[in-house]
């Protein structure tokens, strides 16, 4: 049965009884007295509704704080079914709020930033990415104009041309954003804001290699191309020009050949796909057979000594052989003749350490943060004479990050310069 049908029944019984009981009591005592009870069972079935209808009013000024009243005939059901909407509104009520602090903790998470405005563009609430990215504060900016907050004429652009399909490049703070808006309900409007800052840094990391790479490998193959030139025009060359024209072109090839080998080299130790191989590496035989290389490079021009105190260690083998030897080529090449250069290997309390010491020409200050930067060089025209493809360092840092060690650069021009490698202990072969 339906609680409408159930009301109206009992409503209806009630009155029914009354009727019955004032028609009996006409019977009983006359028709003054029957009517008299009658009126009295009406008023005080009115009075109790009006009690009722009283407590619930009571009720309703402040549902919360009070406790549902217990009910009569009709106005139990009432209040039953009220008692359960209030159960459900509290349990909806708690389910929002759960999913509310759902929504804020992922928005807190998103590296995106967003913020929301009204219609006239002021704050009505920003997440920590949007903070950080435009320089706002939730907390102390909320019903602020965010065309005060984000100030940059690109920003302002974008918003009085209101061409909200296309998102804005921005530079703002030291950092390259995405910013889109996109309006949402009526009068609200939704900022995103993307940090492309390192992306950005990447991609022109890469164009310059590009450009760097070409340039590197144009020389080379215009000095080919001119003898070859020379060669096709002229066929009288006599021996020795043409021996020197093709001692010249085999240099050039060279370059060219150890150009590409290094910088197959750097992309096969950034690849991910490609991890080092770890296997022990006996230091003492690696430092003597660099040791050897060292000596036949500098035919004699150099005093080469080595120490090798220190453990052996686990690696990529053709790694650090590759990354130290560059370090002592480095030092024969950048020494002038009759230099020192010392090489030893010990061990520290922070872990085995690799040093080569040069009194040779040495480097600058401002120069030494960016030495192990893809192509820079302090001086081209020496190193290009050293045979140098400006490619050695970017190397050895490659390495040593996929190694845990760390490169340490000391120098003081026209003294000397130190390079250390220090490897941490894990990297102890036991
Ligand atoms: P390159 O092939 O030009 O030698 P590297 O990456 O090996 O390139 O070195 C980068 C630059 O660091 C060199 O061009 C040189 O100017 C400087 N450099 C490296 N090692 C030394 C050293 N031992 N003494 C002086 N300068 C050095």
């Not at 022109?204 to 000095?223: G, K, Q, Y």
Request: glycine share 6%; aromatic share 8%.
């Amino acid at each position: 049965m339906s609680p409408r049908l159930i009301f109206w029944i009992s409503a209806f019984v009630r009155i029914v009884l009354v009727l019955m009981g004032a028609a009996s009591a006409m019977y009983i005592w006359g028709p003054v007295t029957g009517l008299v009870l009658g009126l009295i069972g009406m008023v005080t079935l009115f009075c109790v509704q009006l009690f009722y209808l009283q407590r619930l009013a009571d009720w309703l000024d402040n549902p919360n704080s009070s406790r549902l009243p217990d009910g009569w005939g009709a106005w139990t059901d009432i209040f039953s079914r009220l008692y359960k909407l209030r159960r459900d509104d509290e349990k909806n009520q708690a389910e929002l709020a759960e999913w509310l602090a759902r929504f804020r903790q992922a928005m807190t998470l998103l590296p995106d930033g967003v913020v929301i405005m009204d219609d006239v563009l002021f704050l009505e609430w920003c997440n920590p990415a949007a903070e950080s990215h435009l320089g706002l504060s939730h907390a102390q900016d909320k019903g602020m104009r965010v065309t005060n907050l984000v100030r940059s004429p690109e920003f302002m652009d974008y918003i009085i041309l209101g061409r909200y399909e296309t998102p804005l490049t921005l530079s703002f703070r030291d950092r390259k954003l995405i910013a889109h808006i996109i309006p949402f309900e009526n009068r609200r409007q939704i900022l995103v804001t993307h940090d492309v800052t390192e992306s950005e840094r990447i991609d022109m990391m890469r164009r310059d290699f590009i450009a760097n790479a070409s340039h590197e490998l144009r020389t080379p193959l215009t000095v080919i191309n001119g003898f070859l030139e020379i060669a096709s025009m002229q066929d009288d060359l006599d021996s020795h020009t043409r021996n020197m024209h093709l001692k010249l072109m085999t240099e050039q090839g060279e370059r060219m050949q150890r150009l590409v080998e290094d910088m197959l080299t750097l992309t096969r130790l950034e690849s991910v796909d490609y991890p080092p191989r770890p296997e022990r590496i006996s230091m003492l035989g690696l430092l003597e057979q660099i040791l050897q290389e060292a000596h036949a490079l500098s035919a004699g021009k150099h005093k080469i000594t080595l120490e090798c105190t220190g453990p052996d260690i686990r690696g990529s083998n053709d790694e650090i052989r590759s990354a130290l030897t560059n370090l002592v080529t480095n030092a024969i090449r950048y020494t002038p003749e009759n230099g020192n250069i010392r090489i030893c290997w010990i061990d520290t309390a922070n872990g085995p350490k690799f040093a080569v010491q040069d009194d040779g020409i040495g480097i600058s200050a401002e120069h030494i943060s960016r030495l192990t930067e893809r192509f820079y060089r302090v001086d081209k025209s020496r190193s290009r004479e050293t045979q140098g493809t400006g490619l050695g360092l970017a190397i050895v840092k490659h390495v040593l990050l996929r190694h845990k060690a760390n490169l340490l650069i000391e120098s003081t021009p026209d003294v000397g310069s130190k390079f250390c490698v220090q490897f941490p202990v894990s990297a102890i072969s036991v």
